[in-house]
């Protein structure tokens, strides 16, 4: 397999504050995991800068707009109880979505066979007009629409197994048949959305989880709802929301997955998109607060990623 990483040192300097969760920490775990010596084949590339086109089609211009206008010169600027932003964030956010949109690109040109992101701010809870839950811009959205406006694509797939719902990326394509988003999470948790009966025009697919569910409840929603509906929806391009969050050690949250069930999830994700659509498969980095679960947890998806 030929996988490449996207990664800048501009994501570290995306500052939210003392003890906030979504911290600089994180990038440099993921980094240093990436750095062992079974990823020296790994193809790394500098994220590029994302343009104002790409966002647009996801975001409106007057809010990229108001975020822009909300970065402070210097110091932390809370957009609301959990989003701060400080003089590095929309720069930091810009290369997030000049990654995840180059990462199709590269599978769409058949420079790789698939990508993974390690990018911050995460994206998913970014709705089309309002900036939420660490996020800033939706860059699974951004991703999908790219690979239909600039490749041609007719339907494309959002996988996300982030503890948290993806109410952005649901939100953004409520009304949209040729994208399906499917979402394993923990359910009563942030957002409050993902409940099963949310369904879109019928490409939205939730399983939601209880706390204290593992591997055996998490792999049977992936066996009889995501699976099968990604199935008959025969996307033309797999992304991945990769959120670690739902790793046992993590403090947000109350799941009991191991690093293990993210591999097994990868694999199951690479075998549909080999029947699919010539394994073309994009991963984007969303939410992991503990260090440790965040390192080993990115170890396992990557190398899957890498040896199939």
Request: with cysteine.
């Given at each position: ?12 300097e ?14 440099q ?71 995840a ?7 769409m ?22 900036a ?30 982030d503890?948290h ?22 359910m ?5 959305t993902g ?20 591997s ?30 739902a ?22 994700l ?19 607060y ?19």
């Open positions: 397999m030929r996988t490449r990483l996207y990664h800048h040192p501009i994501f570290a995306h500052l939210t504050g003392p003890g906030h969760p979504e911290r600089p920490e994180r990038m775990a993921v980094t240093a995991a990436l750095e062992d010596e079974a990823f020296q084949h790994l193809d790394r590339a500098e994220a590029p800068e994302g343009s104002l086109e790409a966002i647009y089609r996801c975001h409106p211009e007057d809010y990229v707009r108001k975020v822009a206008t909300t970065i402070p010169e210097e110091g932390l600027v809370r957009v609301d109880n959990d989003t701060i932003v400080s003089p590095k964030s929309f720069t930091a956010a810009l290369h997030g979505v000049g990654a949109t180059a990462a199709v690109d590269d599978v040109t058949d420079e790789c066979d698939n990508v993974f992101v390690a990018a911050r701010p995460p994206s998913h809870h970014a709705e089309r007009q309002t939420m839950g660490f996020c800033l811009f939706n860059n699974a959205a951004i991703a999908a629409r790219h690979a239909q406006t600039v490749h041609g694509l007719d339907r494309v797939a959002i996988v996300d197994w503890v719902h993806g109410n952005g990326t649901q939100d953004i394509f409520w009304e949209d048949s040729s994208v399906m988003y499917c979402s394993t999470h923990q009563p948790l942030y957002p409050g409940a099963k009966g949310e369904t879109g025009q019928g490409n939205i697919v939730n399983a939601p989880l209880s706390a204290g569910d593992g055996d409840v998490f792999k049977d929603a992936f066996r009889s709802r995501v699976l099968p509906a990604l199935r008959d929806f025969h996307p033309d391009l797999v992304i991945i929301s990769a959120g670690f969050d790793h046992h050690r993590d403090p947000l949250a109350n799941l009991m997955l191991t690093e293990a069930d993210f591999d097994w999830a990868t694999a199951e690479m075998a549909l998109a080999d029947r699919a659509c010539d394994g073309r498969l994009v991963s984007l980095l969303e939410g992991g503990d260090l440790h679960g965040l390192a080993v947890s990115t170890t396992a998806h990557v190398k899957r990623m890498m040896t199939g």
